[in-house]
């Protein structure tokens, strides 16, 4: 069965350093890879999609990269703010699997000054 | 901006009622879908629709069923509540597949 992994245990970094958060994905021939951030008790907010032809998307200090032979998407967040702090979640939707996104558990991000 | 609107925050419901869970997207979007996330699950899909009285079942459907009559609007229904579909309701849109998902606020509900 489709599986994504992405780390549970809480990323904490120092403000102004450069984040980045892993998802890992088995068994999937993604048609394209999304990221979202969710505040606690809110909905998730789409930040980036990344196809499955592309290497890399950037979106002012967000950056994703997709590579489909490690299975394996990487988001970074440079100069990191203490408002940055959020769970990020990453979500999939593959070839074949009836147009629908399936998401992660989420990695928790915290910022300290 | 896309604004996906669901009618509650917080809700308390009693074992065996019948919950309705609305939701309104104000952007005459095609697609709509519900999902449901508990602490170490993620967000997992319940229904979904591509147009107006279709809908496609999810991941795990048992226990809910969904009503669209109008484009705007994407209805949840709990047949008989029980206690183990307390939980966070979030309704999605978007206007084509291979777009980013706007999402409601959510629904905190608990069934007693």
């Known amino acids: 069965s489709q599986k994504i992994e992405q780390n549970s245990e809480a990323l904490n970094i120092q403000e102004g350093k450069t984040a980045t958060l892993t998802c890992n994905y088995t068994?999937?021939?993604?048609?394209?890879l999304q990221w979202y951030r969710q505040d606690p008790g809110r909905g998730p907010v789409f930040l980036l999609l990344?196809?499955?032809?592309?290497k890399e998307k950037r979106k002012e200090r967000l950056k994703v990269t997709f590579d489909t032979t490690l299975k394996q998407s990487l988001f970074h967040i440079t100069a990191s703010q203490p408002a940055d702090s959020a769970t990020y979640l990453c979500?999939?939707?593959?070839?074949?699997?009836?147009?629908?996104?399936?998401f992660g558990t989420g990695t928790q991000l915290k910022v300290e000054l | 901006d896309v604004k996906v609107t669901q009618s509650s925050r917080y809700l308390v419901k009693r074992t065996g009622e019948k919950v309705f869970l609305e939701c309104v997207q104000d952007?005459?979007?095609?697609?709509m879908f519900w999902y449901r996330q508990d602490p170490g699950l993620g967000l997992r899909l319940i229904y979904f629709?591509?147009?107006?009285?279709?809908?496609e079942k999810g991941d795990i459907p048992e226990g809910y069923s969904v009503s669209r009559e109008k484009k705007e609007r994407f209805s949840l229904i709990l047949e008989s509540a029980s206690t183990n579909q307390t939980s966070m309701y979030l309704c999605?849109?978007?206007?084509?597949?291979?777009?980013?998902?706007?999402f409601g606020s959510g629904t905190r509900l608990t069934v007693v």
């Open positions: 979500a999939l939707e593959w070839t074949g699997g009836g147009n629908k996104l399936t």
């Open positions: 068994n999937y021939s993604p048609a394209y």
């Open positions: 990344i196809r499955e032809n592309e």
């Open positions: 952007m005459d979007h095609e697609n």
């Open positions: 629709s591509y147009d107006v009285k279709m809908k």
């Open positions: 999605a849109s978007i206007p084509l597949l291979g777009y980013g998902y706007t």
